[in-house]
């Protein structure tokens, strides 16, 4: 019997990716999850209102203040956080469900919602992305080209604020070229996969067929 017919399941990663607005962070998000198989993203929850071309399910699981709150109380969320007046959090039990088939999955929050998820799942994966410089990133912002000069003001703000926390984070990718923040950030995920614990799980009968310990040599 070939040792992938015995394969265990190993328990999936959490992948955690933070980066201040104008940083690319969405766009390599996108490109991981095409490049990486069976990683998953994990859809929020919010109480903002629906945005036009917005899919309840896809883009978000749209619920209303009251349906949030309780799910709060429950301990529900894995984090959560309040933005201008809107809640946004991830779904304890929707991750702890992939995670235990299996799945990797990647949670694309703020700097806040990564410190609670560190807080309760230590062994989670926590990125940030960097802009190759203030000017790169500014230039980001202006060239989405809907906003206005006050609203760019704010996101700058925002943004150099969101930065002010990146020594908090595992590990750290500058974006300056796209294919090569998405080479640094697949790898990371490669890495995670074949970490010693986890290759013991997926080949256990492999390492019995080479008669060597899944615990290695007694000292």
């Not at 933005?83 to 806040?112: H, K, M, P």
């Not at 760019?152 to 703000?157: D, N, P, V």
Request: charged share 30%; glycine share 8%.
């Amino acid at each position: 019997m070939s040792s992938k017919a015995t394969e265990e399941r190993v328990r999936g990663s959490l992948f955690v990716i933070s980066a201040p607005s104008g940083a690319g962070k969405t766009s390599l998000v996108r490109a991981l999850l095409e490049r990486c198989g069976n990683l998953e993203f994990s859809v929020s929850c919010t109480t903002r209102p629906r945005r036009d071309g917005e899919r309840d399910g896809v883009d978000y699981h749209f619920v209303d203040h009251a349906d949030f709150e309780r799910r709060v109380a429950a301990g529900e969320f894995l984090e959560y956080a309040e933005v201008f007046g809107n809640y946004y959090g991830t779904s304890r039990d929707e991750v702890d469900r992939r995670l235990a088939a299996g799945r990797d999955v990647i949670l694309e929050i703020d700097w806040q919602g990564a410190r609670q998820v560190r807080r309760h799942m230590p062994e989670s994966v926590s990125m940030f992305i960097l802009p190759p410089s203030r000017e790169a990133l500014e230039r980001r912002l202006h060239g989405r080209g809907k906003d206005s000069p006050e609203v760019i003001r704010q996101r700058l703000a925002e943004a150099e604020a969101e930065m002010s926390h990146w020594h908090e984070f595992e590990y750290v990718i500058v974006n300056d070229d796209f294919a090569e923040a998405l080479d640094d950030l697949a790898a990371l995920v490669r890495g995670r996969r074949l970490r010693r614990d986890a290759q013991a799980a997926r080949h256990a009968a492999l390492l019995a067929e080479l008669g060597v310990s899944p615990g290695g040599p007694v000292e």
